[in-house]
């Protein structure tokens, strides 16, 4: 490997149909790599291109320009740039030619996609382009798998595409480039991807988590003024949003790119610093040891796959003395609804039942009020309380909050957490 290609920064390509919006796409892109201090540079299919108004192209059109914006992509990578291509690819040989280009640099592949639908109103909008083009680039592109992330521009801004990318390859606010390591996918990464928008609206509208468990878990945690707090598995980010708002400083890492693109538009908006990266939990690549005070795991320890390298690299990260607050629905008294831990009856009569504590471990549901199934395991109380030993670590405290008479008289969902504990906390010391 020559030296350019050794120290190189890399290719990232935005390959999708024309009008996915690709272009406003690699330019919150570099502004963001820019702003980092990553030298950068947009190489895209629409500067190669002498386009007249309205005019069809053609596949060999593009694999004619390819030779220019490959000896453009040549340029960059050789003055030390981050390269972001701009690209609609319908063919094997025109993606052979980029790969040619690449050889050597690290490269990384991003689907930009949105509906037919948005396709065809954007290319009415912009009024430039041959109608149908866009669709019928779709149906073309090259190739059709294989992408390290996908990114819908019909449900996500620019700013959360953006964020999801670089917190996935570049490692967010910390400025530094991750184009050479991958995120470990798992059945639990897998499965929490797939939800997207699914899982953010039911955590902007879930009464028990708004009402009960988040407030639960920010007065479990008291003061965190000053303190370096990792929120693992942070979804939607509301919890790294409040403790940033009360003085902390955060770190936010999920699995899913999709909820990290989300939270880190929103921090933004609230003008609020929070680093946030795409990371399997069970491998935190490039985060330092000792580096937090504080790990929170909220409602997510139940799901991870690699529940005990989860625990390995909380305690890693957390500096000595440090906490880890952790809250999982009880298992004791939820489950799997048809044959392990359900419910009977209704409002006032509701009880839980326990038909089979320690069956199943894992199995695939939609989740509550959602459509789209996800994997749900069921750890018992003897498995947390080992894990958490055998990673190292001091139980501190356990709580099994109830629902204050105020929660209680403003729903039947929550007076029922009078009677029965569905939540259970967590206090564990390095
Ligand atoms: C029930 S949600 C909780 C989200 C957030 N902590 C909250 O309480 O609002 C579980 C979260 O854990 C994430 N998750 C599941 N398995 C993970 C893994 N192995 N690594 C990182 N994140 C994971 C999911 O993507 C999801 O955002």
């Keep these: 490997?020559?030296?350019?290609?050794?120290?190189?920064?890399?290719?990232?390509?935005?390959?999708?149909?024309?009008?996915?919006?690709?272009?406003?796409?690699?330019?919150?892109?570099?502004?963001?790599?820019?702003?980092?201090?990553?030298?950068?540079?947009?190489?895209?299919?629409?500067?190669?291109?002498?386009?007249?108004?309205?005019?069809?192209?053609?596949?060999?059109?593009?694999?004619?320009?390819?030779?220019?914006?490959?000896?453009?992509?040549g340029q960059a990578l050789r003055r030390g740039e981050a390269v972001i291509v701009d690209h609609v690819i319908t063919s094997e040989r025109i993606y052979g030619l980029l790969l040619e280009a690449a050889a050597g640099h690290p490269l990384r592949k991003v689907l930009v996609r949105c509906s037919p639908e948005i396709l065809r109103e954007r290319e009415l909008r912009r009024g430039d382009r041959h109608i149908g083009s866009a669709e019928e680039s779709a149906r073309y592109l090259f190739p059709r798998e294989g992408y390290d992330l996908i990114v819908d521009s019909g449900t996500q801004t620019p700013e959360q595409a953006a964020a999801a990318i670089t917190a996935s390859f570049f490692g967010g606010a910390c400025g530094r480039w991750f184009l050479m390591k991958e995120m470990r996918q798992d059945s639990s990464t897998v499965a929490w991807n797939a939800l997207g928008d699914e899982w953010l609206e039911l955590a902007r509208t879930g009464e028990s988590r708004l009402c009960f468990i988040m407030p639960h878990m920010l007065e479990?945690?008291?003061?965190?003024?000053?303190?370096?707090?990792?929120?693992?598995?942070?979804?939607?980010?509301?919890?790294?949003?409040?403790?940033?708002?009360?003085?902390?400083?955060?770190v936010s890492v999920d699995c899913s790119a999709k909820a990290i693109g989300y939270a880190a538009a929103l921090a933004e908006e609230e003008g609020l610093s929070i680093e946030h990266l795409v990371r399997n939990s069970g491998d935190l690549f490039d985060i330092a040891a000792e580096r937090f005070d504080v790990v929170l795991c909220s409602m997510m320890l139940m799901d991870c796959e690699d529940?005990?390298?989860?625990?390995?690299?909380?305690?890693?990260?957390l500096k000595?003395?440090?906490?880890?607050?952790?809250?999982?629905?009880?298992?004791?008294?939820?489950?799997?609804?048809?044959?392990?831990?359900?419910r009977q009856g209704l409002g006032d009569e509701r009880c839980a039942v326990v038909m089979n504590y320690f069956e199943p471990k894992v199995w695939e549901a939609p989740l509550n009020k959602g459509t789209i199934p996800v994997i749900w395991r069921h750890r018992t109380l003897e498995d947390y309380v080992k894990a958490f030993l055998r990673a190292g670590f001091t139980i501190v405290d356990l709580n099994e909050p109830r629902a204050t008479e105020e929660q209680a008289r403003s729903s039947t969902a929550l007076s029922f957490l009078r009677r029965i504990p569905l939540y259970l906390y967590w206090q564990l010391k390095k």
């Design 1 to 73: 490997m020559n030296e350019t290609a050794k120290n190189s920064l890399g290719i990232l390509l935005l390959n999708g149909p024309s009008s996915a919006g690709k272009s406003t796409l690699a330019a919150h892109l570099r502004d963001r790599l820019e702003a980092a201090g990553i030298p950068s540079a947009v190489v895209s299919i629409d500067d190669h291109m002498a386009l007249a108004e309205g005019e069809r192209i053609y596949e060999d059109d593009v694999y004619e320009i390819m030779p220019g914006m490959c000896g453009a992509i």
């Design 220 to 250: 479990y945690m008291g003061d965190v003024q000053g303190q370096k707090i990792l929120d693992l598995g942070c979804g939607e980010g509301g919890y790294s949003r409040e403790l940033a708002k009360r003085g902390a400083r955060l």
């Design 307 to 317: 529940f005990d390298g989860t625990l390995r690299e909380a305690y890693r990260v």
């Design 320 to 342: 000595p003395g440090g906490r880890l607050f952790a809250s999982v629905l009880h298992p004791c008294f939820d489950g799997n609804k048809e044959t392990g831990i359900g």
